[in-house]
């Protein structure tokens, strides 16, 4: 995996995250790819997930999450 962080076209600052085939492989198997971004300078930390639904996509999620944590399955918003 690599990551770099810059400034994008319009002036916004961009994080770059490239995946390895191994990564996606991992994700595939339910093991979900957690990026700490603190060395990027961003105080984030992202968890990448795939999965063939969003139930599928729940069960990974798994530990990583607390109890006031909101998802949102995006299939049901109405788009502007």
Known sequence: MIR???TGAHGRPIL???LEEENIKRM???KPVHIHCDDQGVALDIVL???KDVETLKESMG???GPETSVRDLRNEKKN
Request: glycine fraction near 26%; hydrophobic fraction near 45%; charged fraction near 25%.
């Open 4 to 6: 770099a962080r810059g």
């Open 16 to 18: 770059f995250i490239g």
């Open 28 to 30: 595939k198997d339910g």
């Open 49 to 51: 997930l795939a999965g």
């Open 63 to 65: 530990e990583l999450i």
